[in-house]
Structures are given as structure tokens and as C-alpha cells.
């Protein structure tokens, strides 16, 4: 920041300008001479002033200062913007991989548990007898929830969940799980297959963007 100030000081028999520049930590004081009377007591002024410790500079001098502190208030606003840039992409990739933790952890706990709900007992050879598309989730038996209580990987379909014990920020999880063909593994299929995909996406205020991460369960049977 420059601040300037014009001082006329008849009794002392001169005029100047003040340039008073502050960046950051650093302070830097001008003062330029604008004009003496013609006094015969004006060598005697200058003694005092300079006994004060005021330095007065010609307009080359002023100039060529000017232009230094503006240099130096460019080089700080870019140094500091450079800063803030550094902290932001700091504080993004902490909460990104806070994120991606808690997906980890859903989806490692998924892929425990069995594929369909027949399946827990019994084994499958057949499509047919797979939980149908709109039956996706918990049944009767888990709670909605509470994930220590589902039996089946498709039991985290619409799952939704506030993560608020992290001391970095607070987290809004929710989850799908749908019906996939090997060949085609970004498309819902239309029935039910041998193929579930977990998709699990956690999103922040803190946090730019939403992290999205997806596993494939396949159910696998010998003849």
C-alpha cells in the first residue's frame, strides 16, 4: 500500500512530499523536496532537519524509488497469490483423499458380504433367481442405515450416510449398486446378471468436486 503526503512548512522555509510504502513486513519512507525560500536562515533549517534524519532526494532519485517500490508491490501481490494457490491445492488433496479413504472402506466392506440375498445359503445357476432390479437393497431383515446389519452386496443400494467424526470437514456419502454386463460395464443393465457395480460418491462444501468410485462383484458357479 503507498500512501502520500504533501507537507508546506513555511517556518522551516521548504515544501515536500511524503511516499510511505508497506508491503507485507516491509516500510519504505520518501521524502522529496519540492522547494526552499530564499531565507537566510535556510542553511540552518537543513541542519536541523538533517539532524532529524530526513534524507532529501532529487526528482531522479524520486522517480527511480517510486518505480522500485511499484516493482516490489508486484512482486509481493504475485508472491502472496502464489501462497494462497499452494494452500488451496493443499487443503483440496487433504479432503480428496479423506474421501476416497471413506469410499475405500465401503467398498471393501461390500465386497465381504455375499452377492444376492439367495445366495447366502444356497447357490445360484441360473439369472432367474436373483433379487429383481427394483428389489435392489435392504429387504425386511437390515436397516437402511445401519451397514454392520446387511448380509449382501446389493444391500448398499441408496445408501446415504453424513460422515461428521473427521476433524478436516464434514462428508455426505451415498451409494448405488446396480445390474452390469461384462461387456458393457458403464451401462445398468435391463436384468438381472451375474455382474453388481457398487458405486460410491462422497462430496464435501469443503470440497470442489465429488469423488466417484465404482467395483464390479461378480457371482461365479462350477458345473
Not at 2 to 25: A, W
Not at 133 to 156: C, M, R, S
Not at 195 to 211: A, E, I, P, Y
Request: proline letters at 3%; charged letters at 15%; one cysteine or more.
Amino acid at each position: 500500500m503507498l500512501h502520500v503526503r504533501i507537507t508546506d512548512n513555511s517556518l522551516l522555509g521548504f515544501s515536500f512530499i511524503e511516499f510511505t510504502h508497506e508491503s507485507g513486513y516491509i516500510r519504505i519512507k520518501i521524502i522529496h523536496q519540492i522547494y526552499f525560500n530564499k531565507q537566510p536562515n535556510m542553511v540552518r533549517n537543513l541542519t536541523l532537519l538533517n539532524r532529524k534524519g530526513i534524507v532529501f532526494m532529487n526528482t531522479g532519485q524520486t522517480m527511480l524509488t517510486l518505480l522500485a517500490m511499484m516493482l516490489l508491490t508486484l512482486l509481493s501481490v504475485r508472491m502472496n497469490s502464489s501462497v494462497l494457490q499452494t494452500q488451496e491445492t493443499m487443503q483440496n488433496s487433504k479432503f480428496g483423499l479423506a474421501a476416497i479413504s471413506l469410499a475405500t472402506s465401503i467398498i471393501e466392506n461390500a465386497n465381504k458380504l455375499a452377492f444376492d440375498e439367495v445366495t447366502i445359503d444356497s447357490s445360484l445357476t441360473s439369472t432367474s433367481g436373483l433379487t429383481s432390479i427394483g428389489q435392489l437393497g435392504v429387504d425386511g431383515v437390515e436397516h437402511a442405515n445401519k451397514p454392520p446389519d446387511f448380509n449382501d452386496f446389493d444391500d448398499y443400494n441408496n445408501f446415504v450416510y453424513d460422515e461428521k467424526a473427521l476433524a478436516s470437514a464434514n462428508y455426505n456419502i451415498s451409494c448405488s449398486v446396480c445390474y452390469v454386463n461384462p461387456t458393457t460395464p458403464n451401462v445398468a443393465a435391463t436384468s438381472p446378471t451375474f455382474n453388481k457395480k457398487l458405486t460410491v460418491s462422497v462430496s464435501s462444501v469443503s470440497m470442489q468436486d465429488t469423488v466417484r468410485i465404482s467395483t464390479i462383484f461378480s457371482y461365479w458357479y462350477f458345473r
